[in-house]
């Protein structure tokens, strides 16, 4: 060994027996580099590699520990090239000694070899296909839509002529398809399949040969539903089953083999040749409770990327090998993560929203480095990402959502949307209404973050606001009116806050728990249920106002939760198998509450338990859905509200005597968008 090992560094007898590494190409794995570099790294800059009595060069070991803390003491290792380059530098000849009086020449010559190993690296770097700079950078942006109302989930086929996409230019959502550089739209579903969007997958696509675009379908037939992806000729046609009973699908670069997950708990995953007698294995399945989605081969089929988590906003991308085994966590996001996709064999894009909740935005993940960076710019916020097989061109939807709040009465006739009336708001936009018997609260969101507002006839008043803080999900008022609950999530942290109903005296009740969703006021004013993550799944929690530590209510999934009014039981939404959820129960004391078979679709967790055990949910598509009454005596249901099918309804609340709801209407213009790159991929 060249350089001394490190002084705090464990006797070798010490050592566990997985910390050791017993040969070049384990210490160049584990390095994540190849045999050169890592020769290189230890006779030119000290690291630690051992050799046996013998001394022979192939014959070392190394400990984890030893490698691990010399790379932390090893400031330039990020901009270490990755091999050594293909062209050879010649070295300067010794220099004469220099006085002490002509520092310049030292400097210049510095300077000059400086330049050289810069220039080396950004060759480098190049050569493998991928540059320090922003890989978008430079990008030429061209609008491919301008459509009234909705486009969403573009792609691109892998020769990059086509683009398919969601839109509800004529009416109902449908499968679009145009050619780039043509500038004309062809409908090809014309409202044949009704349930098309998904955003927590990847729904349109190409077959690999480019001549059909694929899409996510979800069908219902006497009350049963199905998932599958579907496929239209480009040229127009009629659709038909393409993967029956899968959910999303990837096929390799060179279109050999596929990879697919099925809608089932946990979205099993499975690979298969492209033979279509070759049986397919699976490889695997979610957690209890987590989502696997967004599948995409890396370009030389050793790996499959994914994002694996509960589903939207606490994400992250894994990856696993074809043959199976434990997955890889390679981004620690923990937010709203989805589209991977590679731009070339070191550069992988993909979306990713902020901690505070804001974006999501294009970011670009550095496979071999590990390495993840934001390289959009501006308040664009992105909801879809494909590129093409040579990276040359993406496709992206750009969104621009508002939120409005709507008032509705409510009584036995089907209350249509031409009854409500909007809210007006002083702040513009509004979310997470939340009603008493005489005020509305709501939270407006700003770039810098989150603010809790009230509305009292036609007063408004900011309750609660605090620097580069975001609410999660909604407020929750007492039943008595003099007091609301809130969590928010700032520098990293989750809170949760109790204040009077004016706004006065917010206190922190708990700062121990991972919250999640909205919480809930136990009708007796004295304690807050909410969910909190453990182990990867959210359960439930009893927080008391007196600084007791918090409670454990529930050991299953279980978020957003609401209380009867005679506080017997809690009622909470259970974990998403496909795109729906079981809605389930719990007496005071934890024990299983029984209610008849609750099953709804993803996007509408927000429950309204009113006197008489009845119970007010969305109920309906992804996408559109209404309200409906449930008597969970009985199991009887009414259908409420008759909304009109572009008036998307994402919350709600139900005033204390059930006469009235507040909804919150999100219209999201959208556009899809062409980036062609400055530089091509590899």
């Known amino acids: 060994m060249t350089g ?32 050169t570099t890592v020769q290189r790294w230890e006779k030119r800059e000290g690291m630690p590699v051992h050799r046996h009595v013998h001394d022979r060069m192939g014959s070392v070991y190394a400990f984890k520990s030893d490698l691990d803390a010399w790379a932390k003491r090893r400031t330039l290792l990020v901009a270490e090239p990755e091999a050594e380059p293909a062209v050879s530098v010649a070295s300067p000849p010794a220099p004469a000694a220099v006085p002490s009086r002509k520092p310049m020449a030292i400097w210049l010559a510095a300077a000059g070899i400086a330049a050289v190993a810069a220039a080396v690296i950004l060759w480098q770097f190049r050569q493998n296909g991928h540059s320090p700079e922003n890989p978008i950078e430079g990008a030429r942006f061209s609008p491919l839509t301008d459509f009234d109302g909705i486009e969403q989930a573009a792609a691109i086929s892998r020769d990059g002529r086509f683009v398919a996409f969601l839109s509800d230019r004529d009416g109902p959502m449908d499968v679009w398809v145009a050619q780039v550089g043509v500038g004309q739209f062809y409908n090809l579903t014309h409202g044949a399949v009704p349930d098309l969007s998904n955003p927590s997958v990847r729904t349109p696509g190409f077959s690999p040969d480019g001549s059909l675009v694929t899409f996510w379908a979800r069908r219902t037939q006497d009350s049963n539903q199905s998932i599958s992806v579907w496929a239209v000729p480009v040229l127009g046609g009629e659709p038909r089953p393409y993967l029956e009973g899968t959910a999303e699908f990837d096929w390799s670069r060179d279109g050999a083999r596929l990879v697919y997950h099925t809608p089932g708990p946990g979205d099993p995953m499975y690979v298969r040749d492209s033979s279509q007698s070759s049986e397919a294995r699976r490889i695997f399945s979610a957690p209890a409770g987590l989502h696997g989605h967004f599948l995409a081969w890396s370009p030389d089929k050793t790996f499959i990327y994914f994002v694996q988590g509960s589903v939207p906003d606490h994400m992250d991308i894994w ?20 589209h991977p996709v590679f731009l070339s064999e070191q550069t992988l894009l993909y979306l990713a929203s902020d901690p505070d909740g804001s974006g999501p935005w294009i970011y670009s993940f550095d496979v071999r480095r590990r390495v993840s960076r934001r390289v959009s710019v501006g308040l664009d916020r992105y909801t879809s990402l494909a590129t093409d097989a040579g990276g040359r ?25 031409s009854a409500g009336s909007r809210v007006t708001l002083t702040t513009g936009s509004g979310s997470s209404p939340r009603l008493s018997a005489e005020s509305l609260l709501y939270v407006s969101s700003t770039g810098s973050g989150d603010s809790i507002w009230k509305l009292h006839g036609d007063k408004a008043s900011e309750l609660w606001r605090a620097p580069d803080a975001r609410v999660i999900g909604a407020p929750a008022l007492a039943r008595d009116g003099h007091r609301i609950a809130f969590s928010i999530r700032q520098n990293g942290e989750t809170v949760l806050y109790v204040a009077n109903a004016d706004g006065t005296n917010a206190q922190a009740v708990t700062r121990s728990l991972a919250l999640q969703g909205t919480p809930a006021w136990k009708p007796d004013g004295q304690a807050i249920t909410v969910a909190a993550v453990v182990d990867g799944t959210p359960r439930l929690f009893t927080v008391t106002l007196d600084g ?14 609401a209380w009867s009014p005679d506080g017997r039981f809690v009622a909470f939404s259970g974990p998403d198998i496909g795109t729906t959820f079981d809605v389930k129960a719990v007496h005071a004391d934890g024990r299983p509450y029984p209610l008849p078979r609750i099953t709804l679709t993803r996007g509408a967790r927000h429950l309204a338990l009113l006197p008489g055990e009845r119970l007010v949910v969305l109920r309906g598509e992804l996408r559109h859905k209404n309200l409906w009454r449930i008597d969970l005596a009985s199991g009887a249901e009414q259908q409420l509200t008759d909304f009109a099918p572009d008036f998307d309804v994402h919350d709600f609340d139900v ?13 999201e213009h959208a556009d899809v968008v062409l980036l062609e790159l400055a530089r091509p991929a590899d």
């Open 655 to 667: 005033s204390p005597d059930g006469r009235e709801v507040v909804l919150e209407q999100v219209r």
């Open 393 to 417: 061109r993406l496709v992206a939807t750009l969104a621009n959502p508002k939120g409005t709040l709507w008032r509705l009465p409510i009584d036995e006739a089907r209350a249509e949307t």
């Open 4 to 35: 001394p090992p490190s002084s705090d560094a464990a006797p070798v007898l010490d050592r566990p027996p997985d910390d050791r590494l017993d040969s070049w190409k384990e210490i160049a794995a584990y390095l994540r580099r190849d045999v």
């Open 319 to 338: 990856r696993i090998r074809p043959e199976g085994g434990t997955p890889e966590r390679m981004t620690t996001h923990d937010a709203m993560v989805s």
């Open 548 to 561: 007791r530590a918090p409670l454990p209510l529930t050991q299953e999934y279980s978020v957003d939760p």
